[in-house]
Nanobody
Framework: QVQLVESGGGLVQPGGSLGLSCAAS????????MGWYRQAPGKQRELVAT???????DYADSVKGRVTISRDNAKSTLYLQMNSLKPEDTAVYYC????????????????WGQGTQVTISS
């Protein structure tokens, strides 16, 4: 089995900062693209940022300059550092990864974390 477990969500005042982590574990041979997505109440899930295994990064226009995505391949962990947070950043943040498994069928398969709530409010 493969699991993605997010941590680090919470309540932050506008203008504040927050860091999220996503740890992948289980029958993992290799992790390809990883990313953060978010879903606000009443809205569709949207891309926040993605990073390939070799470090190529893409950000949504709405977060460029305020957010930094990174990954530690040795620890199978994805990070998201968010600064200058706005009320419109309030959402459930999900970790996403494409994973090649050690067991058959190997994949790669797409996995999602359970989500972590980020609330920006004074």
């Amino acid at each position: 089995q493969v699991q993605l477990v997010e941590s680090g969500g919470g309540l932050v005042q506008p203008g504040g900062s927050l860091g999220l982590s996503c740890a992948a574990s289980g029958t993992i041979l290799e992790i390809y693209n990883m990313g953060w997505y978010r879903q606000a109440p009443g809205k569709q899930r949207e891309l926040v940022a993605t990073v390939t295994r070799d470090g190529t990064i893409d950000y949504a226009d709405s977060v460029k300059g305020r957010v930094t995505i990174s990954r530690d391949n040795a620890k199978s962990t994805l990070y998201l550092q968010m600064n200058s947070l706005k009320p419109e950043d309030t959402a459930v943040y999900y970790c996403n990864a494409y994973i090649l498994r050690t067991i058959l069928p190997r994949g790669p398969y797409e996995y999602w974390g359970q989500g972590t709530q980020v609330t920006i409010s004074s």
